[in-house]
């Protein structure tokens, strides 16, 4: 919270909720839960503490050889006041390194391939959108694809597959 990454994750707020999720983190689940029923505490608040526990399993989850995409995939369903907390809650660890990565670059990788771009080929938007675009972002984070040429190039692999998933399964029924 003291250079302008951390005020930035604070959203402008204080840094009471940093200091009240960090001690309710050391404590054991049940011991959080209890304490937070206590306090009365609000049902944001509540989310985020609860988010930080999830975060912190997840971060410690990960395998020691991860790849910036796995990173990104387990945080970025977390807020950044989440990943503050957890960021110091790490640290000496391997996931103090991956949490502040992700937080100042990873987070920030964007594919040129959109669900509109997909719609514009043509594409008739389902589920499988988010696969492909889930499967380019993670070419992009560890550096199978640097530039739009090789985005194109696995979006049209990843669209062969599934055309011919989608006929395996025409012919099975």
Do not use: H
Not at 24 to 48: F, H, I, N, S
Not at 93 to 99: F, H
Not at 139 to 158: F, P, S
């Amino acid at each position: 919270w003291q250079d302008e990454a951390g005020q930035t994750a604070l959203g402008g707020e204080t840094v009471v909720f940093f200091y009240f999720a960090s001690w309710l983190l050391a404590l054991p689940e049940a011991v959080q839960l209890g304490a937070l029923d206590r306090l009365m505490v609000r049902k944001a608040t509540r989310q985020d503490v609860e988010a930080c526990r999830m975060a912190l399993a997840a971060v410690r989850e990960l395998p020691d050889d991860v790849q910036p995409s796995q990173v990104a995939f387990a945080l970025r369903p977390y807020q950044p006041r989440v990943l503050l907390v957890i960021r110091a809650a790490l640290e000496g660890e391997p996931g103090a390194e991956w949490v502040e990565r992700y937080y100042r670059e990873w987070r920030g990788v964007k594919t040129v391939v959109t669900g509109y771009y997909l719609r514009e080929m043509g594409l008739k938007p389902g589920p499988y959108f988010a696969v492909i675009l889930d499967k380019l972002l993670a070419a992009r984070l560890d550096g199978l694809v640097t530039d739009e040429a090789g985005e194109q190039a696995l979006l049209a692999k990843l669209l062969e597959e599934l055309d011919a998933e989608k006929r395996g399964k025409t012919r099975k029924n």
